[in-house]
């Protein structure tokens, strides 16, 4: 088992800046794949980012250039840096975790509560 925990989520004006954290604790941090998504209201759970064990990233395209996910193993803790919001950024955002590095949500094994995000025009 994973515990996933996010922190970081606010209000923020457009053009402003977040940085998310997922804190991880159970089983060993360096063996899966951190994975970020979010929900707006009346919508589906939509990939943000992804970044492997070994460091290596995806993004979706709308948030390629102004969001940052990295990752500090030894603090078992992934972070999504995000700066140029906009007011369609606004959601829920969930940490995700998955020992096979797959980008679907239905890829991921265990997942974080979320944390709010809303970013005002």
């Known amino acids: 088992q994973v515990q996933l925990v996010e922190s970081g989520g606010g209000l923020v004006q457009a053009g402003g800046s977040l940085r998310l954290s997922c804190a991880a604790s159970?089983?060993?941090?360096?063996?899966?794949?951190m994975g970020w998504f979010r929900q707006a209201p009346g919508k589906g759970r939509e990939f943000v980012v992804q970044?492997?064990?070994?460091?290596?990233?995806n993004y979706a395209d709308s948030v390629k250039g102004r969001f940052t996910i990295f990752r500090d193993n030894a603090r078992n803790t992934a972070y999504l840096q995000m700066n140029s919001l906009k007011p369609e950024d606004t959601a829920l955002y969930y940490c995700?975790?998955?020992?096979?590095?797959?980008?679907?949500?239905?890829?991921?094994?265990?997942w974080g509560q979320g944390t709010q995000v809303t970013v005002s025009s």
């Open positions: 970044c492997t064990w070994s460091g290596s990233t």
């Open positions: 159970g089983r060993t941090f360096n063996n899966y794949a």
């Open positions: 995700a975790a998955t020992p096979s590095g797959g980008l679907g949500p239905n890829q991921y094994d265990y």
